[in-house]
């Protein structure tokens, strides 16, 4: 697996966060409509009941109304984890080429630096010189052993059209 940069494991890690938080917030969006149905519902009962009952009625209200509240912040701070996270996107879009761009200017100044002193530029161009000769020597070996493999490769053939050759040549003079 190819290791991530700094930028693409926050981003990923703002992703699975917001991802996260939506689904809490979606579950805590469910409880807070059940509760409200339920509030709703023992509302409607204790209009005709007791007040005892209107009491227990109004701190559910209460509860149904913190819920509510948590729910909200929750939806929001989802929201703040994506925004984060496209933003960690953008961030990276604008690094990369500045990385790039700063990678090709190291090079050009390491080359400038070493064709710019005598000493440095004579002894990249020696070693040049050493790497050409050395794949030379390799592609001549290698050529070579190519032409000596099918030279007794055409050997063996001739040798065998031969023997056939000189025992046909021999019944021709028996026959004859």
Same mark, same amino acid.
């Not at 052993?145 to 053939?157: K, L, S």
């Given at each position: 697996m190819a290791t991530q940069t700094t930028t693409q494991r926050q981003a990923a890690a703002k992703k699975a966060a917001d991802t996260r938080k939506q689904n809490a917030a979606k579950e805590s969006a469910a409880h807070t409509k059940a509760s409200a149905r339920r509030t709703s519902t023992s509302a409607r009962k204790s209009a005709k009941t007791t007040s005892q009952a209107a009491r227990s009625t109004s701190r559910n209200a209460r509860s149904t109304a913190k819920q509510a509240t948590r729910t909200a912040a929750r939806g929001v701070d989802a929201q703040t984890t994506r925004l984060e996270a496209i933003a960690r996107q953008a961030e990276r879009v604008a690094l990369i080429p500045v990385g790039a761009a700063l990678e090709a200017r190291d090079a050009v100044v390491d080359t400038v630096r070493t064709y710019t002193d005598s000493r440095t530029a004579k002894r990249q161009l020696d070693r040049f010189e050493r790497r050409g000769a050395n794949a030379l020597r390799r592609d001549r070996q290698s050529l070579e052993? $190519?032409? %000596?493999? $099918?030279? %007794?490769?055409?050997?063996? %053939?001739t040798d065998g059209l031969r023997s056939g050759a000189s025992s046909l040549v021999d019944e021709v003079r028996t026959l004859i």
């Open positions: 052993r $190519t032409a %000596r493999a $099918t030279r %007794r490769d055409i050997e063996q %053939r």
